[in-house]
């Protein structure tokens, strides 16, 4: 079942933050963060597993609360490039390897 | 290193006639999707594959077929192509399992079907 997405779209000034929610009703192994400018291929950007921490870089992190299904984005001191389609694909514990893909948060970061 | 490929880039076919879009991976990946990705839409899972060997139907296979002929190799197959199957179509790698667990896109093969 394809995981839940939210906020659908978000617009920011460079130098905000942004949080992008992702929940599943599944049992998650591990749940996938990507970013799709308009015409190209998806762009990896990390995967949290089960049993791990949070990950990321200093300014695009993300958690994984595996006890609620949820994964959160966090953006921070937002750029012009940051600017772009979010999706969050999510692996089930019943379903190794069966990646599924939510609808996308558009975010668009203007000066 | 040229990460995940696929060939065509781009392709209008007839109603009712086939292809097959090739997609191949050269970082030793046990793992490859096919994906389908509509207009303003998202990503959905048409098949995938574990390893060598296997394959799995993922949300919307009906009118696909595919074929994972080796570790580096995994092909999509329309058979008989209608003008719903028009969409951008991705596929990818994923070295499922290691400590770098990433999984690649390749740069899509846009399909118009008329």
């Known amino acids: 079942q394809q995981p839940v997405q939210s906020p659908q779209a978000v617009i920011l000034r460079e130098g905000e933050d942004a949080v992008i929610n992702c929940s599943s009703s599944?049992?998650?192994?591990?749940v996938h963060w990507y970013r799709q400018k308009h015409g190209e291929a998806p762009v990896f950007l990390m995967i949290l597993l089960k049993g791990g921490e949070q990950k990321g870089h200093e300014k695009i992190s993300a958690s994984f609360n595996e006890k609620k299904q949820q994964s959160s984005l966090y953006l921070t001191a937002s750029q012009l490039s940051y600017s772009g389609t979010y999706f969050c694909?999510?692996?089930?514990?019943?379903?190794?390897?069966?990646?599924?893909f939510g609808p996308g948060t558009s975010l668009s970061v203007i000066p | 290193n040229a990460g995940v490929t696929q060939t065509p880039k781009f392709q209008v076919l007839k109603t009712g006639q086939s292809m097959t879009l090739q997609c191949a991976q050269d970082m030793n990946h046990n793992s490859m999707y096919w994906y389908r990705q509509d207009p303003g839409m998202g990503l959905r899972l048409i098949y995938y594959s574990a390893s060598e060997g296997t394959t799995d139907k993922g949300e919307v296979p009906n009118g696909y077929n595919v074929s994972r002929l080796n570790k580096r190799e995994f092909s999509l197959r329309l058979e008989s192509a209608a003008p719903s199957q028009t969409s951008v179509y991705f596929c990818?790698?994923?070295?499922?399992?290691?400590?770098?667990?990433?999984?690649?896109f390749g740069p899509g093969t846009r399909l118009t079907v008329l």
């Open positions: 694909g999510t692996e089930s514990t019943t379903s190794y390897d069966k990646v599924i």
């Open positions: 599944k049992a998650l192994y591990s």
């Open positions: 990818a790698s994923r070295n499922r399992g290691s400590s770098t667990d990433t999984q690649y």
